[in-house]
């Protein structure tokens, strides 16, 4: 799934955290945020997870936004894991994975491959 920003902008209080970024990821590729404690790396992550919603731009996949591309295409394109976040049960590492296989199986299968 390719993903991009365009023009997208972030603001959180009323301070701009993000502004006017331009950003394209293929497929397949590997992509790494690097930037000291504030710079907006999780900000932009949670947009591009849509997790949140931008001041100004838009993200796109494949070239639809969220809305068209529509959920179930979504989650298997994207996962999104927090570094930090309340863990409601005990949960291995497996178990953990699987959970991001969900959106690949079918109405009544099993876990399949990647």
Same mark, same amino acid.
């Given at each position: 799934m390719r993903i991009e920003t365009h023009a997208l902008s972030a603001? =959180?209080?009323? &301070? =701009?955290? %993000? =502004?006017?970024?331009n950003l394209t990821i293929e497929p397949g590729s590997f992509t790494g945020l690097i930037g000291p404690n504030g710079a907006g790396k999780t900000t932009l992550l949670r947009l591009l997870a849509g997790l949140a919603e931008p001041a =100004?731009? &838009?993200v796109t996949f494949d070239g639809q936004t969220a809305a068209k591309a529509g959920r179930r295409a979504l989650a298997r394109g994207i996962a999104y894991l927090p570094q930090s976040g309340p863990v409601h049960w005990p949960l291995r590492a497996e178990a953990l994975v699987l959970l991001g296989r %969900?959106?690949?199986?079918g109405a009544l299968g099993g876990i399949t491959a990647a």
């Open positions: 603001t =959180a209080g009323g &301070r =701009a955290i %993000l =502004a006017g970024v =100004a731009g &838009r %969900l959106p690949h199986r």
